[in-house]
């Protein structure tokens, strides 16, 4: 079974996820009350009840949040929005082993030389040799196929990614489910 589709638009290579430390509600707020009260009273005792809330307040923990920058939310949600517009969507979803071939287009550059926008112009094959590496362009395309055309993307064994110029800036991406093979 093979599936063909172009998903137009600037294709956007996979980020690395962020992360913020967050303190629970309210935390930074008692935290920096503790410690002015320490502050405060440096040389005086503090009573008991008052001190097991100090205690408390700094001892509070923060818990990582990691998120994806919003320029990557966008390319994946394209991505996705495109899949299930287009009506791609398996119904049973692929399981088995998937080829997948992708054709990034990229415009070139306005500062690059006239020869190779007139290749480009041609319809020449000009490779993109700069910037993103396949890896990280073909991420978020696995990621979005993901419970639209198959299960997981552990199911792709074998991936061709090129990076070309031309216009307009897409994606060009065919996918075939192989016969699955079994050992006899």
Known sequence: M??????????RAAGRPRSTALLPKGGAVLQ??????????A???IPAQERQEILQALSLHARAHTYLPALDKDWR???????????????????????LQATFYFPVPKTYAKRIHVAVA????????????TEQ????????CRGVIWHDDVLVYDEHVVKL????????????LVEAWRPR
């Open 137 to 144: 362009l073909i991420k978020p395309i696995k990621d979005a």
């Open 32 to 41: 920096q009350r503790a410690k002015e009260i320490l502050d405060f009273r």
């Open 165 to 176: 110029y031309g216009s307009p800036p897409r994606v060009e991406v065919t996918l075939e």
């Open 43 to 45: 040389d005086t005792p």
């Open 77 to 99: 949600n394209t991505i996705l929005t495109y899949l299930i517009a287009a009506k791609v969507r398996q119904d049973p979803l692929w399981n088995g082993p998937i080829v």
């Open 2 to 11: 093979k599936l063909s589709f172009t998903i137009y638009g600037f294709a």
């Open 122 to 133: 041609r319809g020449e094959r000009v490779p993109r040799i700069v910037r993103e590496d």
